[in-house]
């Protein structure tokens, strides 16, 4: 990923998917698009929608190459509960 100002730094954090904890580095996923999504907070009135619309359009997005990575500030705990109670944020089938 190349930005304005040069590559994106190879960061690596814990991520949920498919409900399980998995450590992602951005560097794994060099020569593809990403789109990072960010949002305030697990549990808030603000996202479910947003979160839940770029769910149901994730396989359209894997299938142009795309990988989606959602941001907040909760831990990776709390994002797995919250991942649950939406029913489940998914990888592409």
Not at 22 to 32: I, K, P, T
Not at 76 to 83: D, F, L, N, T
Request: hydrophobic share 45%; proline share 5%; charged share 25%.
């Amino acid at each position: 990923m190349v930005g304005q100002n040069g590559p994106a730094p190879d960061v690596a954090l814990d991520a949920v998917v498919d409900g399980q904890v998995r450590r992602v580095r951005l560097g794994d996923l060099r020569g593809r698009w990403v789109v990072l999504f960010f949002y305030p907070a697990d549990f808030t009135f603000v996202c479910p929608t947003e979160i839940r619309g770029l769910q149901a359009r994730r396989a359209e997005f894997a299938e142009r190459g795309a990988e989606l990575l959602a941001v907040s500030v909760n831990d990776v705990e709390s994002h797995r509960a919250w991942a649950a109670e939406l029913g489940g944020v998914r990888s592409p089938s």
